[in-house]
């Protein structure tokens, strides 16, 4: 069966979060359900997921800031993995962004993760900078 590409829900949240924990992407000093909720509440921002037979087996959260547009949690369920679910997830991830007036969009990837390769095939370029980060309100921001 066809996956659909739709833009998530609040019912979507323990499915997508899930996904997110399958595929190795959430953190102890991240709340994915807070992430998530704050990607739904804020309107230059989504999260988007692929399904099949009604089933969430991808996901991107995706969001404006005013100057440049990111792109996180891009995971794809090892059972749906290699069929193009990522490529459409970024492209549909841009295609917002783009609709927002965005100029360019940046995702950070973690060292080891083994989705380099990805954004490499889809003609992603590797920037030279290094991001620094200072937490605001404890480590659960």
Not at 8 to 37: H, K, M, Q, Y
Not at 89 to 110: H, S, W
């Amino acid at each position: 069966m066809t996956a659909i590409l739709r833009e998530a829900g609040a019912a979507d949240s323990g499915a997508v979060i899930a996904l997110w924990e399958a595929c190795g992407l959430t953190r102890p000093w991240n709340d994915p359900r807070a992430d998530f909720d704050r990607a739904l509440g804020f309107a230059g921002s989504t999260v988007l997921v692929t399904e099949r037979d009604s089933r969430v087996i991808g996901s991107v959260m995706t969001g404006y800031d005013g100057h440049r547009g990111w792109i996180y949690y891009l995971g794809v369920h090892p059972d749906g993995q290699r069929e193009g679910h990522a490529r459409a997830l970024i492209d549909a991830a841009c295609d917002f962004l783009a609709a927002q007036g965005c100029p360019k969009v940046e995702l950070m990837v973690r060292d080891g993760n083994p989705a380099q390769g990805l954004y490499e095939r889809l003609d992603w370029e590797l920037q030279p900078v290094r991001v620094w980060a200072r937490w605001l309100h404890g480590k659960d921001c």
